[in-house]
């Protein structure tokens, strides 16, 4: 990594003026979050060596067990953005409701609400496969100087002002958006500094590489299964590859450099899917479209949709435009049979 790279926080600072909204408060909710990563980075690594893996005895709303790396990256997250006193409330998928912050903000004039899922795929702790942090940012709806409330998180995910990931892997990265493009930022751990490495990042309109659970494959609807049938068909410059490491942010990563498309299509076991509108679909939606990729549920533009719940769920197509359209395509025709 050649020290002539632009740091993270030179980054921000340089882009501040881009943001529409900013009187620094998203600067510095943005080098909050860096720092979070910082932090929980430094723990995901050594999980293997202390006793922080295994299920913290909890079991969070969506009935998973709760890992205690789960629950450390959580409180990690929301402490340093309550200390940052920048936002008015936080959403999180291990938190059974939005958090409001009005300790320090005791006259409500903080205008950001963020929403995280901490630490996404983190079943694959135990088997030292990759994981991630992923995070939105929206502007508060309700009037400054009153309560943040619900409606100032169930908001289109087309009203984000930032979104992005940090994918704990071979190496650490942290990529974002403020809706002028994707670029990506490896830590240095030698000297905890995010780096840019991966500018102005951007889905290939087309790919050979198609990430979906196929263990899932009866329970999906046919269209998808007419869909994946034409993955693994010897045409063209077909069959694709079938990648999965069943961790979004891993995945969709991959896809996003190499082309790609993830599916996790509604199924007779997941009537409206698994993943979560608000801090998983949502962000990654927003990060696809500024990188000139599709994120769907197959039929309608996921930033497009409008939340009813805190943690609804929704189905998932997202990755290179042609190869998204051409699923939404077949889903379209199965439903015309
Ligand atoms: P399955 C992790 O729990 C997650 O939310 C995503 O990161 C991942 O892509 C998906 O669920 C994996 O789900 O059902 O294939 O194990």
Redesign the pocket.
Known sequence: MSGQNKTLGEFIIENQTAFKYTTGELTRLLNSLRLAAKVVNHEVNKAGLVDIIGAAGDVNIQG?DQQKLDVYANEVFIQTLKKRNIVCGIASEEEDDFISINSQDSNHQNKYVVLI?PL?????IDVNVSV?TIFSVYRRITPVGSPVTIEDFLQEGHQQVAAGYIVYGTSTMLVYTTGAGVNGFTLNPAIGTFYLSHPDMSFPEDGQIY???E??YIHFPQGIKDYIKYCQKEEGDRPYTSR????????FHRNMIKGGI?L?PKSSK?EKG???LLY?CNPMAFLAEQANGKASDGFQRILDIKPTELHERVPFICGSKNMVEKAEEFERNALKK
């Not at 996404?120 to 694959?124: E, K, L, P, R, T």
């Not at 999965?244 to 995945?251: A, E, H, N, P, R």
């Open positions: 998973e899922d996404d795929g983190s079943s694959n991630g990430s979906c659970n263990g899932n999965y490491i069943g961790s979004l942010v891993s995945d993830y996790y997941n698994k993943l979560r998983e």
